[in-house]
């Protein structure tokens, strides 16, 4: 069965770049028509897509953070790479990671992983 | 501001129906790119619920249903019971990106 768990740091301080990875089993990011997404939602607010990668290896990016951020992956590991740079306070939200499909929809989610932006 | 947009809050007796709807613009659903719609509750990732408009993943119960015209979208809920208490966001394509609408609050009477 499709499986998708985020990890990396809780905490991390103003400026810093934050690194998460999200390992996935049930299915290869080397399939056609296969994508990974990182979507991220503040506490009690809505959920931003943050940016995508395909089978193909081409990246999308959240017009509002592409300078900002980073996505890849290493398919060998079957895990996909966001990194974020500046990290500022209003970046505090779970972010998850998520299986896409070609039509762009989410299917699969991670539970998700809480960081928090403070000094 | 979200791209796409929804109402904070719709409610419902037990049985009731109740619609959600998600509208957008030409350069989205008016664009004749999908809808997709995500169920959240409280504390827990969001679940895919419908995609390309009106499909409804296995599992997904029947009184859960999509429908899109010109640049709207809508999710209808019929025979309203408590644990569908969540939050849903509709979610569609927009310039090579991925936008979500601004979540609607179900709360179940």
């Known amino acids: 069965q499709v499986t998708l768990r985020e990890s990396g740091p809780a905490l991390v301080k103003p400026t810093q770049t934050l690194t998460l990875t999200c390992t996935f089993s049930?299915?290869?990011?080397?399939?056609?028509?296969?994508?990974v997404s990182w979507i991220r939602q503040p506490p009690g607010k809505a959920l931003e897509w943050l940016a995508l990668i395909d089978w193909d290896d081409d990246q999308y990016y959240s017009t509002s953070l592409k300078t900002r951020i980073t996505i890849s992956k290493d398919t060998s590991k079957n895990q996909v790479v966001l990194t974020m740079t500046n990290m500022g306070p209003v970046d505090t939200a779970t972010y998850y990671c998520?299986?896409?499909?070609?039509?762009?929809?989410?299917?699969?989610w991670g539970q998700g992983t809480l960081v928090t932006v403070s000094s | 501001q979200s791209v796409l947009t929804q109402p904070p809050s719709v409610s419902g007796a037990p049985g009731q129906r109740v619609t959600i709807s998600c509208t957008g613009s030409?350069?989205?659903?008016?664009?004749?790119?999908?809808v997709h719609w995500y169920q959240q509750l409280p504390g827990t990732a969001p679940k895919l619920l419908i995609y390309?408009?009106?499909n409804r993943p296995s599992g997904v119960p029947d009184r859960f249903s999509g429908s899109k015209s010109g640049t709207s979208a809508s999710l209808a809920i019929t025979g309203l019971q408590a644990e569908d208490e969540a939050d849903y966001y509709c979610q569609s394509y927009d310039s090579s990106l991925s936008v979500f609408g601004g979540g609607t609050k179900l709360t179940v009477l």
């Open positions: 049930g299915f290869s990011l080397s399939t056609s028509g296969m994508c």
């Open positions: 390309g408009n009106s």
């Open positions: 998520a299986r896409s499909l070609a039509n762009w929809s989410f299917d699969y």
């Open positions: 030409s350069s989205n659903i008016g664009a004749g790119y999908d």
